[in-house]
Nanobody
């Protein structure tokens, strides 16, 4: 089983930046496709970004050009660099690991953007 722990969330002014981290315990970190999702109060969970096993990145239209997902297989860690933050980015952010029939979620880290 894999356990995921997110960190790096907080309160930030609009236009600022934050870097989220998700550290995984377990084996074969490099074999997982990793994504970031977010969920704001009263809204459905929204996909944000994904990084493949080979490092290919993809993003939702709402964050493309502002957010960057990356992974460090040696450190069992995935990152989400968030720049030019907007109030609409306010949400709880979750990392997701997927591999075949296996799926794991972190507990989430809160990001609040104020103006």
């Amino acid at each position: 089983q894999v356990e995921l722990v997110e960190s790096g969330g907080g309160l930030v002014q609009a236009g600022g930046s934050l870097r989220l981290s998700c550290v995984a315990s377990g084996s074969d970190f490099g074999g997982y496709v990793i994504s970031w999702y977010r969920q704001a109060p009263g809204k459905q969970r929204e996909w944000v970004a994904t990084i493949s096993r080979g490092g290919t990145q993809s993003y939702s239209d709402s964050v493309k050009g502002r957010f960057t997902i990356s992974r460090d297989n040696d450190k069992n860690t995935v990152y989400l660099q968030m720049n030019s933050l907007k109030s609409e980015d306010t949400a709880a952010y979750y990392c997701r690991f997927f591999r075949g029939a296996s799926e794991y979620w972190g507990q989430g880290t809160q990001v609040t953007v104020f103006s």
